[in-house]
Antibody
């Protein structure tokens, strides 16, 4: 059974930092393209960023609002995805989801697995 | 950056009716990378369609998708009570990826 379990959310002051983790099990994590998606209270889904599998280049891309402040990384030896968030702003307040959405070695390559979400609140 | 615009913002229909949701892109999207998601309150999104017109695992055939280039459509034929939710299109072909702002499908 595929499981994605996020951790690390909480309350942080503006300008502060937080690191989210997404622990994966039940699939070959090293082959997975993983993404972070967030949802502010009462708002729609917002893509945060994505990391490809190392086999596919390991490329990381970010949404414009978080580029330069957030860093996505992965540890395939621990089956864990990370989101390092620095210089946090009030507008970063949201539920953060990790998602396993793609494996280029599979046909079809698209998957639909999500964590339960972790709440990040940026407030003084 | 590709901007996805969904319409209408809210759609009020009755069970049994047909729903047509639109997603327009600011520039051409490779249809292989156009997806539709459903989200209910308090839940993570659920993938409905990928590749614009392929149903994800376990999605009933009353859901269908079509379109290419800059215009895509999700159609739900014969609405069931459990279909009332918020629907998002997403493109994951060009980085940065993007979601539309969502269409809320509500019971009339």
């Amino acid at each position: 059974e595929v499981q994605l379990v996020e951790s690390g959310g909480g309350l942080v002051k503006p300008g502060g930092s937080l690191r989210l983790a997404c622990s994966a099990s039940g699939f070959t994590f090293s082959k997975a393209w993983m993404s972070w998606v967030r949802q502010a209270p009462g708002k729609g889904l917002e893509w945060v960023g994505r990391v490809k599998s190392k086999t596919d280049g390991g490329t990381v891309d970010y949404a414009v609002p978080v580029k330069g402040r957030f860093t996505i990384s992965r540890d395939d030896s621990k089956d864990t995805l990370y989101l390092q968030m620095n210089s946090l702003k009030s507008e970063d307040t949201a539920v953060y989801y990790c998602s396993y959405y793609y494996d280029s070695s599979n046909d079809p390559p698209f998957f639909d697995y999500w964590g339960q979400g972790t709440v990040v609140t940026v407030s003084s | 950056e590709i901007v996805l615009t969904q319409s209408p913002g809210t759609l009020s229909l009755s069970p049994g009716e047909r729903a047509t949701l639109s997603c327009r892109a600011s520039q051409s999207v490779d249809s292989k990378y156009l997806a539709w998601y459903q989200q209910k309150p308090g839940q993570a999104p659920r993938l409905l369609m990928y590749g614009a017109s392929s149903r994800a695992t376990g999605i009933p055939d009353r859901f269908s998708g079509s379109g290419s280039g800059t215009g895509f459509t999700l159609t739900i034929s014969g609405l069931e009570p459990e279909d009332f939710a918020v629907y998002y299109c997403q493109q994951c072909g060009d980085s940065p990826y993007s979601f539309g702002q969502g269409t809320k499908l509500e019971i009339k």
